[in-house]
């Protein structure tokens, strides 16, 4: 499965050269769920206001959920679809919405645990951009993360949707973009009590693969 999306994001970065606006990027972080979690995506600009793209994210976990009960040492492996939509953008703002629909699976290295678990998880988030000067972007919004496993046991309401902070500090020049962000807020399980209080530090690097000289790389939550 792996291998198959990591194709399709080659070959669509080697066709992307004929459109507008194709993005990749990527993105390393470190959270009260992992120790650390490392991300590459593909975006690409379909019209004026919509884009699609792939991401592949992995992690080396601290805290997370097999069957309702915690583990503590393993690893995570993420894919997923990217949904960007611009719903306003001016001179010196810009309004998005985005979201993440990604499959999850976990390892665990817990032996009283399930060797490896399946799910969803849904990020969808809306993201307020504002142009500092011509280099530098402060964007601000919230995310409303839910999960759900569906194997070894299905749980529907494995994490129920949390409202996340994110505060990001962004750098452009030309067709690159460097970003600082934070991730704080807190996480609901189906017992109440998946995490009281999340946070999330990050580093991303974005690149235009079809730069014109003009114009802001769209920014991406994840």
Known sequence: MEKIILSIALIAISISSL???????AQISTSKSDDYDSIIWYQQQISE????GLQVR????????????AVESGNTFFT???????LKETENYRLDFNTTASWRRINSENSSLPETASGLEIDPNLIFGLRLNDQFFYHSGM?????????PETIGDEQLPSAILLNSFSYQLNAQT??????FGPMNGASGDTEKFFWQLAVSYQYNLNYKGQGRIPFLNF
């Open 49 to 52: 206001r919509f884009s699609a």
């Open 58 to 69: 992995a992690s080396e976990l601290k805290y997370r959920f097999i069957n309702a009960q």
């Open 178 to 183: 460097l970003s600082f962000k934070t991730y």
């Open 80 to 86: 997923g679809l990217v949904l960007g939509f611009k």
């Open 19 to 25: 459109y507008a606006q194709s993005n990749i990027g």
């Open 143 to 151: 995310m409303l993360r839910a999960a759900l496993q569906l194997s």
